[in-house]
């Protein structure tokens, strides 16, 4: 069975706290796609970043920093020096055959 | 480039009434995917088509949603008779497939359905 699952359904942090996102997947394919969206108020689905699984290379990207572990079949998302504007949902998915698994989401709420 | 365009972006009517949403995938990308946001049930796939055929529609909940996809541009979701519990954002993403290696899906902004 195909699965997502974000056991945080929301995380509240101060402004410039460090925060993970955690994300654990099932999925009996040896070839697949993990991703994180973000789902700001505004209620569009921003797409963040794209990981196979052949690539278990840590991901930095400014604020952002994704860690994808296969053996644990995770793929957690941190951001660092949080701001306001962080404040979203963020659905972590996987791409198997051609839908996306999603996630249940994590409301993330970032106070000044 | 344009992304995907979805029309309307909010909706409202009341029950009973025919709701016809629309989708504008991204040129050149030949796999169109119809999703409903509700609070209860998260994202779910609704139905998907490659090449302007319906893939799969086991998503689609009953038998008054329907989808088409006439033309590589194009593409409609429609609920006829709505019900209240049809209320939901409705996202249309689209992605290519076949050569050039994996492409994600691109999402629409949504259409905000309010059946009342």
């Known amino acids: 069975a195909q699965k997502v699952t974000q056991a945080q359904t929301e995380i509240s942090v101060v402004e410039k706290e460090d925060v993970t996102l955690d994300c654990v997947y099932e999925?009996?394919?040896?070839?697949?796609?993990l991703f994180w969206y973000k789902q700001p108020p505004s209620g569009e689905l921003v797409f963040l970043i794209r990981?196979?699984?052949?690539d278990e290379q840590n991901e930095i990207s400014g604020r952002y920093s994704w860690n994808f572990q296969k053996s644990t079949s995770s793929f957690n998302f941190t951001i660092t020096a949080s701001q306001v504007v962080d404040s979203a949902v963020y659905f972590c998915?996987?791409?198997?055959?051609?839908?996306?698994?999603w996630g249940a989401g994590t409301k993330l709420i970032i106070k000044p | 480039d344009a992304g995907v365009i979805q029309s309307p972006r909010h909706e409202v009517t009341e029950m009973g009434q025919e709701v016809t949403l629309r989708c504008k995938p991204i040129?050149?990308?030949?796999?169109l995917f119809w999703y409903r946001q509700t609070m209860m049930r998260g994202l779910e796939l609704l139905i998907y088509?490659?090449?302007?055929?319906?893939?799969?529609d086991s998503g689609m909940p009953e038998d008054r949603f329907s989808a088409k996809m006439p033309n590589a541009s194009f593409s409609t979701l429609k609920i006829q008779p709505s019900e209240p519990r049809d209320s939901a954002v409705y996202f249309c993403?689209?992605?290519?497939?076949?050569?050039?290696?994996?492409?994600?899906?691109?999402f629409g902004d949504g259409t905000r359905l309010s059946i009342l």
């Open positions: 088509f490659n090449n302007n055929v319906p893939i799969d």
């Open positions: 040129s050149g990308h030949n796999s």
């Open positions: 993403a689209s992605r290519r497939t076949g050569t050039g290696g994996y492409q994600p899906q691109h």
């Open positions: 998915a996987l791409d198997s055959n051609y839908q996306l698994i």
């Open positions: 990981r196979n699984s052949f």
């Open positions: 999925t009996r394919d040896t070839t697949y796609y």
